[in-house]
């Protein structure tokens, strides 16, 4: 069985949704991140490419990098840029971009399924790109970048998402610059919640389709938190 859980999300408040929104951090390069995030002090680039606030100078994998990317979390905390949900939840996320469409669902997954291979790898990985986000996850408290999974075709969560997605309207219905439509459903009922959760308890595998490094990252910092502090 794959674990699922809800978590307590850390997302844009509505009205800063559009100025928050970013590429991934590793599309593009420092010059590119900071002529991006030029005049937009809200964009999620001062957290996931965070060396654009400091010296041209500073290496990208500075002390001060992370540091600085855990200042700016706190400070868009602070001043409501973003804001936490109160209850754990799941979300339900599309994009469209040229007419095509995509879907899943946001939540939390597992280091031990990581380790155990039920979430599955087809990619090596690179030592130093892996300890970049290591630093950065660690040091931020928080896991910045999200995973893309996906799993064989389960009708009953189609028809799940199906439901969410009719019967509500979502939190958020933006175009980034890039073209992309990102809008997103909270599911913060507890049974369709659970109703979801339990759908994983019957699938076997999940398959990492981008975030190889990510995922690595988020279990090495989760298996050196577990030394720190047993139990």
Known sequence: M????PFKAIRPDKKYAEEVISLPYDVMNRQEAKKMAEGNPYSFLHICRSEIDLDDGTDAYDKKVY??????IDEFLEKGILIQDEKPSLYI?????NGNTQR???GCVSVDDYENN???KHELT??????D???HFDTCNTDTEPVFLTYRYRESLSDIMDSVMKGS???YDIKGADGVRHSLWVVDDEKTACDIVSQFEDIDSLYIADGHHRSASACRVGEKRRKEHPG
């Open 118 to 120: 039920v979430i599955k």
């Open 93 to 97: 996320y599309r994009q469209v971009m």
């Open 2 to 5: 794959a674990v699922l859980r």
């Open 133 to 135: 986000r290591i630093d």
């Open 67 to 72: 540091e600085k990317a855990r200042d700016n």
């Open 169 to 171: 309207e979502p939190e």
């Open 104 to 106: 899943g669902i946001v």
């Open 126 to 131: 690179r030592a130093e790109k892996e300890k």
